[in-house]
């Protein structure tokens, strides 16, 4: 798997392209990229995904299953 971080997000899988949702989504993944093998707090993760925007239940909102668990199956590892 090859993320490319600068510029506009890009993933790519031994298929080509994957596609990984919307803006925060990739945002988190970003992050969590940026982050490897190091441990991300949510509060961390909420920033990152919206900006100065953050929404009041922006953590809840990381934490939502549609969000980080989207991005599993593009694991390489395939962690759960």
Not at 32 to 51: C, F, I, K, S, Y
Request: net charge positive; hydrophobic share 45%.
């Amino acid at each position: 798997m090859l993320l490319r971080l600068l510029g506009a997000l890009q993933v790519r899988g031994h298929q080509g392209e994957l596609q990984v949702g919307g803006a925060i989504t990739r945002r988190i993944l970003a992050m969590l990229a940026v982050n490897a093998n190091r441990p991300v707090l949510v509060e961390g993760l909420a920033a990152a995904a919206w900006d100065d925007e953050e929404p009041a239940m922006a953590q809840r909102q990381v934490q939502k299953q549609d969000r980080c668990s989207a991005l599993r199956p593009h694991s390489p590892l395939g962690v759960s």
